[in-house]
């Protein structure tokens, strides 16, 4: 790997997003998947000013083993008028078993005076002493200077004083932070450039870094700006996460200096893994997966209009900026009233299905898929109803392993209770008539439960199966309560999971086609036949 720090802050900068709250057994499992994606610094937290972050440290000396990455301890400076070696705050940075510490400094002027209530003066004696009691109790030191491009466009001297003052008491990396993330690309660059230049500082070892935030939508592209002026150290976040609108995302930060500009920064193996570590991650925080996140999103690589996909039939390069495998990613098509032949092609040759040589075939399935996206279908987002539909048309009879003869819900609600819904299903499946009666808290909750209970017995498998996902979308507003509705369900068997769609006036008969859709889609999944074995598929 280059001489190029990775420092990821996920662990504190990123746990300050609304919404988000890391347990320390997140925490940590969190600091192993950064290890598997070979970041060089993880910052664990704030020992001594939150609990948890101090419980981080004393676990992660007997439970974090890390290959790649070391450990950060984030803090601050001394108070003013407080010697170092006595402030309770700088010993818990000193015991928290961290070989590297980073301290933030206040680099504006104005932020020393209004918020810490102190000099300028006494604020640059709290950096070196910090620095310097720290150093000399065997501990690596990094320096963030907070507010460094807001404060140096008010007084340029003084936020260049903090940071000369930092590297002169053995700070290794001077990391400029656009704390409110206002800073535009051209401004970091130039700003950078400038510190880099900076007598007292260019003789210095330390080595300049970047920390940016994404209020002006800009902080990945501010972080390669400074990279360009000849930082050598970028901060970040995995999946962008971070106060307001988060930080720069530390997996689109690699994966363009890596693969764009040549900077070789995590094993090329660790790399491939960026997509699956991102979502692994998003399970932890329980933060949803970001579909449009670069490199590492659902929709990264994924292509709709019917001239891309006729392009991308030729050579996926035409429309990809890079190989989606590097970063471990996959090229998707997606169907759609869009969709032209070619679309057509490539989602059957993704799902194993070559209609290449069957131009009857393809138009087919290409004029069927315009004509139900025009009713309200959606096969984009709906890739399991797709497939069932091509099968249908491939092998010329749709995959059905049970006949609904009938289905009915009933609603109980009465004062001061909660409602209760109850269904019954009355279907055939393995050659025998079954009714079932399911309740449920609703509706589809409960015609799930009947549906299983009748085809349970036929089909043991569908006990494995877990409705995950239910959406509703109104698609003609101004028909108010008798518009025509879409209903999404995603289902789940552990291992992966597939969505189905139904269009309907009835929300719940609209909900029901879409359940018997994602259930079939399950036993084709799972290779049952039509007679209720496991074993050849029966389509």
Known sequence: MSDFHVYDTTLRDGAQQEGLSLSVDNKLTIARHLDELGVGYIEGGWPGANPKDT??????????????????????????????????????????GASVVTLVAKSHDRHVEFALRTTLEENLAMVRDTIEHLRSCGQRVFLDAEHFFDGYRENPAYAIEVV??????????????????????????EVVDTVLSTAGLAGTTARVGIH?????????????????????????????YGERTGNADLLTVVANLQLKLGHALVPEPALREATRIAHAVSEVTNVPPYSRQPYVGASAFTHKAGLHASAIKVDPNLYQHTDPELVGNDMRLLVSDMAGRASIELKGRELGYDLAGDRELVTRITERVKELESRGYTFEAADASFELLLIEEVEGVRPTFFEVESWRVITDSRPGEEAVSEATVKLRAGGERTIVTGEGNGPVNALDSALRGAIGQAYPIVDKLDLIDYRVRILEAGHGTDAVIRVLIELSDGEESWETCGVGHNIVEASFEALVDGVTFGLVRGQVSQGGQVGEQAT
């Not at 419980?55 to 450990?71: M, V």
């Not at 002169?168 to 660059?189: F, I, K, Q, S, Y």
Request: charged share 20%; aromatic share 4%.
């Open 164 to 189: 000369r003052t930092a590297a002169e008491a053995g700070a290794e990396v001077l990391a400029l932070c656009d704390t409110n993330g206002g800073m535009l690309p051209d401004h970091v660059g």
């Open 212 to 240: 940016c935030h994404n209020d002006a939508g800009c902080a990945v592209a501010n972080t390669l700006a400074a990279v360009r002026a000849g930082a050598t150290h970028v901060q970040g976040t995995l999946n962008g």
């Open 55 to 96: 419980e981080f440290f004393a676990r992660a000396r007997s439970e974090l083993h890390l290959r790649h990455a070391t450990l950060a301890a984030f803090g601050a400076t001394r108070r003013a008028g407080v010697a170092a070696a006595d402030d309770p705050l700088v010993a818990a940075l000193r015991d928290s």
